[in-house]
């Protein structure tokens, strides 16, 4: 499983029909995103950015996500354009997103105030944690080399 996490931004005067189609897909593109090895995709709201997470199982992300960007570019929901490629001056006037940057997070692993017994609800049958931090990641250095922080 890895975890894709992306911001997206949509000028003001289209963000309510890109999320009423994000958010309500009709039943083809529901079938092409779960083929496509998406899961659990949710959409939160970070003042004028959408911040859109999945999971991704399947065993070809590259291959799977070109075959979904293929079907929704047809169907007029794909944000083509990356950040990166973005002029500033233009970003609030462009539709565009970027892959954001996993900084950390904790209880990936064996917390010591858990005993064994209890451990072994936070373990896969095959004996992996429920989270791996080598799958988490969707980050692209080019999209957010401006930012100070990162």
Not at 78 to 102: F, G
């Amino acid at each position: 499983m890895k975890r894709v996490a992306e911001i997206i931004y949509i000028v003001e005067d289209q963000r309510e029909e890109f999320l009423k189609g994000a958010l309500n897909p009709d039943q083809e593109t529901q079938k092409i995103q779960w083929m496509c090895g998406v899961r659990k995709q949710q959409y939160f709201a970070i003042n004028d950015l959408i911040l859109m997470t999945f999971e991704y199982n399947g065993s070809d992300f590259n291959k799977d996500m070109a075959k979904m960007a293929e079907y929704l570019d047809k169907k007029g929901n794909l944000v083509k354009t990356r950040r990166k490629d973005v002029p500033l001056e233009e970003r609030t006037k462009t539709n565009w997103w970027a892959p954001i940057k996993r900084l950390g997070s904790f209880l990936d692993t064996k917390p010591s105030f858990i005993n064994e017994a209890e451990f072994q609800d936070y373990v896969k049958p095959d004996g992996s944690m429920i989270r791996s931090d080598k799958y988490n990641t969707a980050f692209d250095e080019d999209d957010w080399n401006d930012w100070k922080y990162m």
